[in-house]
């Protein structure tokens, strides 16, 4: 995130009330800075990491034209429509991995697998089972195949020099299997960003630790730590901070030196009473707003700087989310996770919404963006239906788990009649 954020003060100055989750999201975009530190990793490390730069093959992907299933490999040019075809067998088998066979000549072909080179002077594959062998002669029923049929050529997949994979790619299994096919074994990718992970007050317990009159467990730290590992951050855990000035300046201090973001809940609402939103006001320059959205409406933004003995980084990026477990979430994975996708370099991406038919009304004023835990299930007459979860509090997370999807009710959406059709977003790739 640049130092000035121009971006987000300009939103804070046009919006003085609640702001839109669309531009708050694409103002952080702006502000935010991609790593540009890089790695080289072994291919059986990439996965999940960011590529830094284009991938451009070396080879033609496949090297050679190939058979793309079992058969009998001939010239395609003697097929005529409505007309069998009988050829001589050669006596050969050619197999994957070995050479071609030696060229066929007019009416002759040759057995042949799956991947095997292509011999000289056959374009087409037929079929083993499609075919009769009489002897050393195949009879092939008119119109079977056309030419060039259950052939692969020569680079259809990739052209040497072309480009492969692009820049901010996040390495999955495809990409993965693309670049062992280059004959690729290392991956030049950004260092993996390192985000600070914490929460402030004395009323939250470690898990494990015995319960006290007052207290509850520390859920937040948990769940962030889970999404910001997903995302492929590596994670410094600096645990629970009491709600001490000292012991908070100290955190973010470490933070700041050691993290390129920080992500914290609670403490950023105007009526907190903590000193953390102080804190991160005066060691940086932070904006607090409201964000146009349920759950999860205080929200901070801003930077710290990496200190004395970290001059030369640039400053630690910092986003502050609310406090209740649901809020929390759905403000991470709504408008901080896209920004982080950027800083660690990989192409920010909101997964697209599917149409669902919401099985119960919904009361909606415009004005803000909603998101509802609902259960998205698939009816016998093929149409998704999207079922509103029964506790829609920004305090109950056990929803988030009889959930598989979030309904969004955008910004100037009204009220929805049950039947309607809702965009949702599953979790599945979003969590």
């Known amino acids: 995130m640049t130092s000035t954020d121009r971006p987000l003060q300009a939103l804070l100055a046009a919006h003085p009330a609640d702001l839109p989750v669309p531009a708050v999201r694409e103002a952080l975009l702006q502000c935010v800075q991609p790593l540009t530190e890089r790695e080289q990793v072994p291919l059986a490390q990439a996965l999940g990491r960011v590529l830094a730069e284009d991938v451009v093959s070396p080879v033609d992907v496949p090297p050679h034209d190939n058979a793309a299933m079992d058969g009998y490999a001939f010239a395609g040019a003697s097929l005529r429509p409505g007309e069998a075809l009988r050829l001589r067998v050669v006596p050969h088998t050619v197999l994957a991995g070995g050479p071609a066979a030696a060229r066929l000549g007019a009416g002759e072909c040759v057995r042949i697998m799956t991947g095997a080179v292509m011999p000289e002077g056959a374009d087409t594959v037929v079929p083993h089972e499609r075919v009769q062998i009489e002897g050393s002669t195949l009879h092939l029923p008119a119109d079977t195949v056309a030419p060039g049929s259950h052939r692969r050529c020569r680079g259809e997949d990739l052209r040497a020099g072309h480009s492969a994979l692009p820049t901010g790619l996040t390495i999955g299994p495809a990409a993965l299997g ?238 929805v009649a049950a039947g309607d059709s809702v965009d949702v977003l599953l979790f599945d790739g979003l969590l």
């Open 178 to 415: 693309l670049l062992a096919s280059l004959g690729l074994d290392r991956v030049p990718v950004v260092r993996r960003m390192r985000v600070a992970c914490l929460s402030t007050g004395n009323e939250l317990l470690e898990p494990g630790a015995p319960a006290r009159p007052g207290a509850i467990y520390d859920s937040n730290r948990h769940t962030l730590r889970a999404l910001l590992t997903r995302l492929g951050a590596e994670v410094i855990d600096l645990g629970v901070v009491p709600d001490e000035p000292a012991a908070i300046e100290a955190a973010f201090r470490r933070a700041a030196r050691e993290a390129d973001a920080i992500l914290t809940s609670g403490g950023v609402g105007a009526g907190d009473a903590d000193h953390t939103r102080q804190l991160m006001q005066r060691l940086g320059q932070v904006a607090f707003c409201h964000l146009a959205m349920r759950p999860g409406r205080p929200f901070a933004a801003g930077v710290l700087p990496a200190g004395d003995t970290a001059a030369a980084r640039a400053p630690t990026c910092l986003f502050g989310l609310p406090g209740n477990p649901v809020a929390a979430m759905v403000s991470f994975l709504m408008i901080v996770r896209p920004a982080l996708q950027r800083l660690m370099g990989a192409t920010p991406q909101v997964p697209l919404p599917v149409p669902a038919h919401c099985t119960a009304a919904l009361k909606k004023r415009p004005g803000r963006t909603e998101y509802l835990r609902a259960l998205v299930q698939r009816q016998a007459d093929g149409r998704l239906t999207a079922t509103p979860a029964e506790h829609q509090g920004s305090g109950v997370l056990r929803s988030m788990l009889e959930a598989n999807a979030l309904i969004v009710l955008a910004h100037d959406q009204g009220p």
